[in-house]
């Protein structure tokens, strides 16, 4: 990526780092980048906060960062005291760091408390042509909106602290190209479990990517976070989607939505955010749409996996060495003979949350299709939504009772069972389907064992007992 | 941050591919408000079986890790730097590293040397002929050694330089502060700010 060809076609990413270029680097050193919005959390920041206090340095741009509490969090009860200490110590440390350098922080309790992914989007403070950064490798969500969003590490969180800048290595780009119509039961989650499956999870190492295509200009806004939340997945840093109508109906009215003549300038800047006619990607991928199907992870890593009609795979065909005995370790951990349809196999736990899944279209969708039906008794499933303010408006719709009718927790806001850094932890052995993005050893849990899929494909699942999409249900009487 | 030159040191083999960091650090481990002292968390999964090894006797004191390809994939968390510099790690070899953990490396002065995957493979040879096998890294030359043979290892140059100097990013960045002053002079006027807060 070239930041100085500003006469060449260009392509959205190119663009968007075009435009917050504060220093071109020299001599084979980065570029210094400037950033738009910080987001921090309880579990990345402190050492950052640190960090600042032992310089006896500021931190710059207080009015362009935000932060929440999420990861930590209790979902059952978040009106007591949190009974883990080390948690507990986590989250009031987050509260006396913002204190003492003036950060807005939305705590539990508060409407606008939730995963700092699902939480920016809806204030409107991420908009198109933004860069976003946070502590958190699925910052690349905000790339729904046409902004260069990535995560970061601590100490580059205490770097932006106190600079509002980041160095940065050029990235290459990628364009992911999706054309055709999705058939009914398939979503963008599925899409995106179909592009790690095909590039890997090494595959978007060093590369932007850019999704595109008919398919892509369908999905709405909400779609296509979930997109580009798991673009990390794939190992890029960031995923991006240009621009249209879809997103600035999105941000229009939102409280930190540009106004009057603002926004008149905003949409007006907006409108450039698209990859120019014969920019050049350093790779490209097609997908076709029309072909995809619901898609589960049978293994230990997001690009393990398949179709959901289809069976677990056989390691022998996994590719070279390497690749055979990752299967089959993963095979062993996760308690699956090659051969075993997909379809069979039972699950102990329905997860529907996290900042891949949790917001108000993921939660409409599932209740979509538990109204009516019941629970297969041998399932819990936990409904974690992605904020206070989702929670809210689901209750306002009535989809917490259809929850709460069909069997399923109905939680409060947070990471949950996504990281099982509060108590919403699988127990060793225990088999869960789940919405979130990692099916990581242990994520979820130590032992536990997860298929991620779609929120339709996570309530057909809660419904049958067994990996299930939607298709497979009998028609509610 | 310690200037970075040559380390010797016992190599580990770990051959495995998409060691993502919640292997090398489990988030239970993350609720820590330290940046020290993550060495008893280092994958402390993994650590539980006798057989794992760096349990064994012979990578007792190990200092160089020689992983499979895509290392560190998933989280950004920087604790999977840090457990690994506690635990006593000088650098992690490797055919493919996922690109926030190398970042992180480089800010920690842990060496993140990209080799071709022949010669991981390669490397775990010497070290299962020869366990406990020390291995040296040199960044001034990017090889790595081990015995009689010499493999060359990439580095992007800035990351080398800042390693090779032990310097501290935000210093270097503050260095042109005029320009970031400069740059903020000419942000358009519709770009949000969290402050006032408006819900």
Known sequence: MTSTETTAPRTLAEKVWADHLVRQGEAGRPDLLYIDLHLLHEVTSPQAFEGLRLAGRGLRRTDLTIATEDHNTPTEDIFSTIADETSRKQIETLRENCEEFGVRLHSLGDAEQGIVHVVGPQLGLTQPGMTVVCGDSHTSTHGAFGALAFGIGTSE??????????????????????????????????????????????????????????????????????????????????????????????????????????????????????????????????????????????????????????????????????????????????????????????????????????????????????RGRSKAESVRMMVVPGSARVRLQAEAEGLDRVFTDFGADWRFAGCSMCLGMNPDQLAPGERCASTSNRNFEGRQGKGGRTHLVSPVVAAATAVRGTLSAPSDLEPVA | MEKFTTHRGVGAPLKQSNVDTDQIIPAVYLKRITKTGFEDALFAGWRRNPDFVLNRPEYRGASVLVAGADFGTGSSREHAVWALRDYGFKAVISSRFADIFRGNSGKQGLLAAQVEQSDVELLWKLMAEQPGVEIEVDLESRTVTCGAVSVPFQIDEYTRWRLMEGLDDIGLTLQHEADIEAYEGTRPGFKPTTLPART
């Not at chain 1, 095909?198 to 779609?223: C, D, F, N």
């Open chain 1, 157 to 370: 969180v205490e770097h932006v602290m106190a600079t509002q800048t980041l160095p940065l290595a050029p990235f290459k780009t990628m364009a992911i190209t999706v054309e055709g119509t999705l058939k009914p039961g398939v979503s963008s989650k599925d899409i995106i479990l179909a592009v790690i499956a095909k590039i890997g999870t090494g595959g978007g190492q060093g590369y932007v990517l850019e999704y595109r295509g008919s398919a892509i200009r369908a999905l709405s806004m909400e779609a296509r976070m979930t997109m580009c939340n798991m673009s990390i997945e794939a190992g890029a840093r960031a995923g991006m989607i240009a621009p249209d109508e879809t997103t600035f109906d999105y941000v229009r009215g939102r409280p930190h939505a540009p106004q009057g003549e603002d926004w008149d300038a905003a949409v007006a800047y907006w409108r450039t955010l698209r990859t120019d006619e014969g920019a050049q990607f350093d790779r490209e991928v097609v997908i076709d749409a029309d072909e995809l199907e619901p898609f589960v992870t049978w293994g230990t890593n997001p690009g393990q996996g398949v179709p959901l009609s289809r069976a677990v795979p056989n390691p022998e065909e996994a590719g070279d060495d390497n690749a055979q005995d990752a299967a089959r370790r993963a095979l062993e951990y996760m308690g699956l003979e090659a051969g075993t349809l997909m379809k069979e196999i039972p699950v102990d736990t329905v997860f529907l949350g996290s900042c891949t899944n949790s917001r108000i279209e993921d939660l409409r969708a599932a209740a979509e299709i538990l």
